[in-house]
């Protein structure tokens, strides 16, 4: 499938190409056009993070929460990792999340040390593979806190490498 969104990405436009590509589309392609401006065919491909869109902010959620709707994605790491996305993307929320702010300064940075959006995706998707991750961990640690509490930190860092779930290999 094709997709299309607004150029000069950032949180969520780096979050929803990486969700598609891993949870919904793996040859998925994108394109990125001037905004305002320029009027949508639908050969253009999907619309997200446009405002007007069906795959846009509603209803106080991002972009990346509503293609998770859309969908119906029921992971629970990514719906953690949605809550980062959420308050990174939302100024308003920003602060309701800690990993939010960390997220946001490595968006905004990374926009002006990359060439194009193109490779803006290319590196954005090994944060993102991280931070979904990230969420797994957090959600092992606590299932597994008995057990871990027992292993050394060789056992432990073992244990949880053997049950994150690596995508994009």
Known sequence: MKWVTREHVHVDRVAC???IKRFIDPNAEFKFVPWPGMELKPEDGIPFDIPGVELGHHDGKCSFETI??????????????????????????????????GLEAIASGAMYIVKDDYEALEKGFFIYDALYAYCQLKMLREKYREQLEKMSRKERYEFLRSKIKRLGE
């Open 17 to 19: 190409p990486w969700l």
């Open 68 to 101: 998770i709707e859309k969908y119906n994605l029921k992971d629970p790491a990514l719906l953690e990792l949605a809550k980062i996305v959420h308050s990174a993307d939302i100024a308003a929320d920003r602060d309701k999340v800690p990993e939010a702010s």
